[in-house]
């Protein structure tokens, strides 16, 4: 009686052990964490009434996460500071709106582009001495500080006033006060404002310098495959698709393909 309970014993600890472990087993989906824009409209931004980021980045990482098979932590910054969280390998994503450099590419590493881009420029609706980035000698330009439209007004046009902005929205009001003569930033950023403003500004000229977003990696991240066969993914069953004209209506930019 002794050895059978002694058995006894031990196969209950072993099938609790089993037990456990296949529990563990269905709670191990891994969790990354995601870097993120504070204020990018509309690719991400804090909704005041839910406290929750919201955007056309924070859905497309959402749905590459759950094609991926793992979770995302969000947490929102400026801009600078996901460049920064990537290069110190402090997040695991970064998703903002970020355009693919040959610069930033020494220090971190990209998806496959999600969004094809440019830069535009929008005035006030009454300055007609603004016609395209012809005529910004000598003028008050403003942009966001660390993005490709400051090193592109610095490389492109030098006899402008350049003014640095912590955050694009500021931008706008100066120039809807006057301070600035014109604001140059990315295109979908640019129109959206525009026409949530329509009777202050407009834009003008031609899309500048094409860019593409990516999502941000760590140097040498193990995800940024898994991240890519997601984004392949969402994009041929029509996910991608969804998405996006969710936020911008009929698909204009964006990307047809990983290629």
């Not at 504070?38 to 980045?57: A, I, K, Q, R």
């Not at 450099?101 to 009454?126: H, Q, W």
């Not at 980035?133 to 993005?147: P, W």
């Not at 003008?204 to 890519?228: C, H, M, R, T, W």
Request: net charge negative.
């Amino acid at each position: 009686m002794r050895k059978g309970k002694g058995y006894l014993f031990i196969l209950t600890i072993v099938l609790s052990v089993l037990l456990l472990a296949g529990c563990n087993t269905g709670d191990a989906t891994e969790k990354y964490t995601v870097a993120t824009d504070n204020n990018f409209v509309p690719f991400e931004f804090l909704n005041e009434e839910t406290g929750e980021m919201e955007g056309f980045d924070i859905d497309l990482i959402k749905a590459v996460a759950d094609e991926a098979g793992f979770e995302v932590e969000i947490e929102s910054m400026k801009f600078d500071g996901v460049v920064s969280g990537m290069q110190s390998g402090r997040f695991d994503i970064g998703i903002a709106g970020m355009t693919i450099t040959e610069e930033r590419k020494e220090t971190i590493d990209f998806s496959d582009p999600y969004y094809d881009a440019g830069l535009m420029i929008a005035v006030n609706k009454d300055n007609e001495d603004i016609q395209s980035e012809d005529d910004l000698a000598g003028k008050k330009v403003g942009t966001r500080s660390g993005t490709t439209s400051e090193e592109y007004i610095k490389s492109n046009h030098p006899d402008a006033e350049l003014v640095t902005f912590p955050g694009i929205v500021e931008a706008y009001m100066d120039l809807e006060s006057g301070r600035l003569d014109a604001v140059m930033y990315d295109v979908p950023n640019v129109q959206y404002y525009v026409a949530n403003d329509s009777a202050k500004l407009k834009t003008v000229g031609d899309i500048l310098q094409g860019e593409q977003y990516g999502i941000a990696f760590p140097k040498d991240s193990e995800l940024v495959e898994d991240v890519n066969k997601a984004l392949e993914t969402l994009i041929e069953n029509g996910t991608y698709d969804d998405i996006y004209e969710e936020w911008f209506g009929e698909r204009k930019y964006g990307t047809e393909s990983s290629e």
